[in-house]
């Protein structure tokens, strides 16, 4: 595993994406890609290089599925970060691992550890 992981955030909620963006870098991360909408998610998701996505359920209304889809066919790692249940999800989807929202530093950090063991994560400060 590189030193750093390169993060793709699918959020609509523009604040809520700049502080998950926040979050991603002081853990010791990176983000690679950003997208409000499914037709822009779906174009990073299968053309960007991330090691792990971070995928809203909503995006202004349209569920995010495709999405992970797509995310899912080149094998990539991701997790879903949402107000909402995991009832919204295609049952294939519902065995990814869930943030709830608000999210919270330590969770995001155990969320990541917990898939990429190993993996140096920066401690916040």
Avoid: C, W
């Avoid at 809520?16 to 822009?40: F, S």
């Amino acid at each position: 595993m590189a030193d750093k992981l390169s993060v793709f955030l699918v959020e609509d909620e523009a604040l809520i994406r700049m502080m998950m963006a926040d979050m991603v870098m002081e853990l010791g991360h990176h983000v690679v890609a950003e997208a409000d909408n499914v037709r822009d998610a779906s174009a990073f998701a299968m053309t960007a290089q991330y090691d792990l996505a971070i995928l809203d359920i909503n995006l202004m209304g349209v569920y995010v599925d495709p999405v992970a889809d797509l995310i899912e066919r080149r094998g990539k790692p991701f997790l879903f970060a949402t107000g909402y249940g995991p009832e919204l999800l295609p049952s294939l989807l519902r065995r990814r691992p869930i943030l709830r929202k608000p999210i919270a530093m330590d969770q995001l950090k155990a969320m990541i550890d917990a898939m990429f063991p190993g993996a140096p994560v920066q401690t916040p400060s």
